[in-house]
């Protein structure tokens, strides 16, 4: 049975850092990715890695960083100088072969998705 488990969330004050992890089993990906949803809007897509390539929303980039490790068959956000509107509910998503970059942002992109952690800064 394949599985994403997210961890690492929490309450932060703003200029803070956390290190969310999304423990994969059942299977390993070739693109692994990290979307987040803000109360009442839209699930928007924050990073995606496949191999040594990165993507980044521009609203995280230079803050946050996506890593793997494939030994530990996870993947990691590490959040830097959060910001309030940081705040949302933060879903790693999967897929187990590769596609064009142009489609890392898109949800339908991914087979599998964990449940989601809590991430809250505090202004």
């Known amino acids: 049975q394949v599985q994403l488990v997210e961890s690492g969330g929490g309450l932060v004050q703003a200029g803070g850092s956390l290190r969310l992890s999304c423990a994969a089993s059942?299977?390993?990906?070739?693109?692994n990715a990290w979307f987040r949803q803000a109360p009442g809007k839209d699930r928007e897509f924050v990073a995606a890695?496949?191999?040594?390539?990165?993507s980044y929303a521009d609203s995280v980039k230079g803050r946050f960083t996506i890593s793997r490790d494939n030994a530990k068959n996870t993947v990691y956000l590490q959040m830097n100088s959060l910001k309030p509107e940081d705040t949302a509910v933060y879903y790693c998503?999967?897929?187990?072969?590769?596609?064009?970059?142009?489609?890392?942002?898109?949800?339908?992109?991914?087979?599998?998705w964990g449940q989601g952690t809590q991430v809250t800064v505090s202004s």
């Open positions: 998503a999967a897929r187990p072969t590769r596609t064009i970059v142009s489609q890392w942002m898109k949800e339908y992109e991914y087979d599998y």
């Open positions: 059942g299977r390993t990906f070739s693109l």
């Open positions: 890695r496949s191999g040594g390539s990165t």
